[in-house]
């Protein structure tokens, strides 16, 4: 144990780790100045950051940039299967410890997690070492671990935990299950932790919505910056990174030819525009579903058809959901697909596809190898699932790139210094950063790909109504 608490699955896979850090560092442009930029300020200093996201050679970067910055860092995945065994070993160990003497930062994540095993780690990361010392900032990606605090305190304050019931999701039972034995044995563990928090900032679209779910039902006790709606976030990771890492995870799953393929594109989101691309790119015929008629104009307009879900599931060689919805594939819409067609998830929970329906409905699973099962119907009739529905460029994979994680994780370290350094400055909402911030996210990784930028003449900028150094855009201009 040496000095610090973890649990990840292999020490000795740090040296392989740390390699893939040190390369992963010369893609990171972004996290590599705002380093230079803040080495002497240590604008991070006494804060106790609690991070919930999925553990990879990128966030391995992410992380040692926060600790670089003067802060105390406790880590967990954001997904059972996303976690890569040589970063969080890497990042255990740290850049100066051995396996033997570790001396990086806690972190409990390892790929293939059981449930019970998930809640378990987001529990530790949460729960630091002197209870007097909480941690006192949350850097999330999907909102467990606001939701672990957020409904902690409120059954602490209500004084009972709710029974687990079947109206509940086996996973919503877990959490249930792990807060009523919390409670059991301290009553004011989620409180005191809810209270030292200044802030939580939130990396990914469905992370957001439930931030503004809560802070609609009146239940944020703390601020939040929304990290995914920062321009050079979501138009760049869950586009330019899912075209990247889509393909990438079909690839390592399948290795079935894509060219000439019917593929189904579920939802033409930022995600949906990538996947698109990504397949269309590698000569699949793609078509498109979508609910809203912007997003399933712009499909048409890039030539993709706009079709139903219950009219293209009999042809398409391969389904790919990135909704952020849930119940887009259902049982029915399985047992209807071509015979070993592949069926997977890019959106950020595994509700997207009705995997719990699938495991109940009697159809047998066998296990190609590690995210991969092949299950058959009693029509004889089977499909490939991947990830078990989980987000499959992570699960089959190992997501998108650095240079653009470099883009997405800029934002957060800056977003992670906002609400330290200037907590009187925010209340309990949920908040976006400032373009001009956004706009120096996109000027280091222009000129890092060798983009030459043209100046404004102070005339021109008069002209356009803005200053020669930015922001360059009103609010409301959509890029
Ligand atoms: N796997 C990854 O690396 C990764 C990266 C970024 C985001 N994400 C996740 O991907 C999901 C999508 O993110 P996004 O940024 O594209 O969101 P988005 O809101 O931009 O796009 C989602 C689209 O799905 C459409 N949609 C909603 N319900 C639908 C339905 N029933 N049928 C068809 N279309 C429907 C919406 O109209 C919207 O256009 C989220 O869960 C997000 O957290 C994953
Ligand atoms: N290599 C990687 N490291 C960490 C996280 C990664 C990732 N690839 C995709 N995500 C998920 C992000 O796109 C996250 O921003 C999201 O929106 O889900």
């Known amino acids: ?198 802030g939580v900032t939130e990396e990914t679209t469905t992370g957001v919505l439930r931030l503004y779910q809560f802070a609609a039902a009146g239940d944020l006790t703390f601020p939040a910056i929304n990290v995914n709606d920062s321009v050079t976030k979501s138009k760049f990771d869950n586009k330019y990174g899912t075209r990247h890492s889509l393909v990438d995870g079909i690839n390592r799953g399948t290795d079935v030819l894509i060219g000439g393929k019917k593929i189904l594109i579920c939802g033409y989101g930022d995600v949906g525009k990538g996947c698109a691309e990504s397949l269309a790119g590698q000569g699949a015929r793609v078509q498109v579903t979508e609910i809203d008629p912007i997003n399933a104009l712009q499909a048409l307009m890039d030539g993709f058809d706009v079709v139903t879900t219950d009219e293209a599931i009999p042809t398409a060689d391969i389904v790919i959901t990135s909704t952020g919805n849930k119940d887009i594939i259902t049982l029915e819409h399985m047992r209807a697909m071509k015979d070993q067609a592949i069926l997977g998830n890019i959106g950020h929970f595994d509700d997207e596809i009705q995997m719990a329906a699938l495991e109940r409905s009697g159809a047998t699973r066998l296990n190609i190898k590690p995210q991969v099962d092949q299950w058959t119907f009693d029509t004889g009739r089977s499909i ?47 908040y976006r950063l400032p373009k001009i911030l956004d706009e120096k996210v996109a000027r280091i990784h222009v000129e890092a790909l060798g983009g030459q930028l043209t100046k404004l003449t102070k005339e021109q900028a008069e002209y356009i109504g803005v200053d020669v150094e930015g922001p360059y855009k009103p609010e409301h201009y959509r890029y």
């Open 384 to 430: 490939i699932v991947l990830s078990e529905g989980r987000l499959l460029n992570l699960g089959n994979a190992t997501g998108h790139p650095s240079f653009v994680m470099s883009n997405s994780f800029s934002n957060q370290v800056i977003a992670q210094i906002e609400l330290w350094t200037k907590p009187e400055q925010y209340d309990n909402e949920v």
């Open 1 to 198: 144990r040496n000095g610090i608490d973890y649990k990840v699955a292999d020490l000795s896979l740090a040296e392989f780790g740390r390699k893939e850090i040190r390369l992963a560092e010369h893609e990171m442009p972004g996290l590599m100045a705002l380093r230079r930029e803040y080495a002497d300020v240590q604008p991070l200093q006494g804060a106790r950051i609690s991070g919930s996201l999925h553990m990879t050679i990128q966030t391995a970067v992410l992380i040692e940039t926060l600790v670089a910055l003067g802060a105390e860092v406790r880590w967990a995945s954001c997904n059972i299967f996303s976690t890569q065994d040589h970063a969080a070993a890497a990042v255990v160990v740290g850049p100066a410890g051995t396996v033997d003497e570790p001396r990086g930062t806690p972190v409990f994540a390892w790929k293939g997690e059981t449930l019970e095993q998930y809640w378990w780690c987001a529990e530790q990361m949460l729960t630091w070492p002197d209870p007097d010392a909480p941690a006192n900032m949350i850097l999330d990606d999907g909102g467990d671990a606001t939701l672990l605090v957020l409904r902690g305190a409120q059954f602490e304050q209500a004084g009972v935990v709710p029974p687990a019931s079947e109206d509940n999701s086996a996973e919503y039972n877990v959490i249930l299950d792990l807060l009523r034995r919390q409670f059991a044995t301290d009553a004011t563990k989620w409180t005191k932790i809810a209270a030292a928090v200044r």
